[in-house]
């Protein structure tokens, strides 16, 4: 199947600092990635959905200037976490599908676990 | 009112045993139901999606909905402890819709 590629696996920053996590569709171009954020025992939260050559939409209640999205390419989807604080320690999970209508055929990252100390 | 509901568990069954799993909802717009199973800190694999009512089946698993109680089901036959993973059902109202997600049931098989 279809692989989704997450770095880094794990990052442990600074509070203040910023922190970008990239995402690469391996084998076929994803004009469309998503971002999600987990938190321990809790379900999968949409935050983004990444748009190649466009503006992301962010979700409500997402701060998009707090967390940049950058879809520069077919294969490729940065978020960047600026002035990063405790409460953002989260795993983050990326998703990408290859276009078409069947999107729930989603194929995930390994997820980054940040911690902000 | 949340949207959809899940156990989260843990569940805990001995290996070979049948394992069911549900997920209830309450908007009767969803369409699209969908099982993943996330191993610890990993992303979520999809292991089967439906539409409507009915079942489906996939070697040792079967996703099941009814729609008229608002219920989805995922049964694992012959369990093996590599099934030992969280469970998130997940819906959407249409294809181009976003995809909900449970909060997601650990299951543990136990050799």
């Known amino acids: 199947g279809a692989v989704v590629s997450q770095h880094p696996s794990w990052v442990i920053c600074k509070s203040g600092t910023s922190v970008k996590i990239e995402c690469r569709s391996l084998?076929?171009?994803?004009?469309?990635m998503f971002w999600y954020r987990q938190f321990p025992k809790q379900s999968l939260m949409l935050m983004a959905t990444?748009?190649?050559?466009?503006?992301?939409?962010?979700e409500q209640g997402v701060e998009k200037d707090k967390f940049l999205i950058n879809h520069a390419s077919l294969t490729l989807s940065t978020l960047t976490v600026t002035s990063a604080h405790p409460e953002d320690s989260s795993f983050y999970i990326c998703?990408?599908?290859?276009?078409?209508?069947?999107?729930?055929?989603?194929?995930f990252g390994s997820g980054t676990q940040l911690s902000v100390l | 009112q949340k949207e959809v509901e899940q156990d989260p568990g843990p569940l805990s069954v001995p290996e070979g045993a049948i394992v069911s799993l549900n997920c209830t909802y309450s908007?009767?717009?969803?369409?699209?139901f969908m099982w993943y199973r996330q191993y610890s800190r990993k992303g979520p694999e999809l292991l089967m999606y439906?539409?409507?009512?009915g079942n489906k089946e996939d070697g040792r698993f079967t996703a099941q909905v009814d729609k008229s109680s608002k219920y989805i089901s995922l049964f694992i036959r012959d369990s093996q402890p590599s099934d030992s993973a969280t469970y998130l059902c997940?819906?959407?109202?249409?294809?181009?819709?976003?995809?909900?997600f449970g909060k997601g049931t650990r299951l543990h098989i136990l050799p």
């Open positions: 998703s990408a599908h290859s276009g078409g209508r069947e999107n729930e055929k989603l194929f």
């Open positions: 084998d076929f171009q994803a004009t469309t």
């Open positions: 990444s748009n190649e050559g466009s503006k992301a939409t962010y």
């Open positions: 908007n009767s717009a969803f369409q699209y």
């Open positions: 439906t539409y409507s009512s």
């Open positions: 997940a819906r959407k109202k249409n294809r181009d819709d976003k995809i909900i």
